[in-house]
């Protein structure tokens, strides 16, 4: 409990990522997600299970209609913060077969950068 998770995913699909998501929200880890707005990158039915389970999720649009290609989690529990990121792709591919990069930090000042990207890309709407 007390534990908070924002994910900026440019992909998120497959039965094995989405079910972790949702299982750490019946866990009570308050997750919100902006996610990308092509539907071939975040398919519908994805959407629909994670709003189903209660989860927030909102597409974000690029003023210029760019890719939204941002892929990290900022992760807060009991005053601590950590950042993941990298180029892990969240889905059940790149989980099982790609070769991605994904790095964890506590580093205060890279946190606090991803938290203002996750602040501008909140408000550019979907």
Do not use: C
């Not at 902006?34 to 959407?47: G, S």
């Not at 005053?79 to 790609?98: A, E, H, P």
Request: hydrophobic share 45%; proline share 4%.
């Amino acid at each position: 409990k007390g534990t908070r998770l924002r994910m900026a995913a440019s992909h998120l699909k497959g039965g094995v990522v989405v079910n972790a998501i949702i299982r750490m929200a019946r866990q009570g880890i308050e997750i919100e997600i902006l996610a990308e707005p092509t539907l071939r990158r975040v398919p519908e039915k994805v959407e629909q299970q994670l709003i189903h389970a209660g989860i927030p999720i909102r597409r974000v649009t690029h003023p210029g209609h760019l890719p939204m290609h941002n892929k990290f989690v900022l992760a807060e529990k009991n005053g601590r913060r950590w950042v993941i990121f990298g180029s892990f792709n969240w889905t059940t591919r790149s989980y099982w077969l790609n070769h991605e990069v994904g790095a964890i930090s506590a580093n205060g000042r890279l946190f606090d950068a991803f938290a203002g990207r996750w602040e501008i890309l909140a408000a550019q709407g979907g």
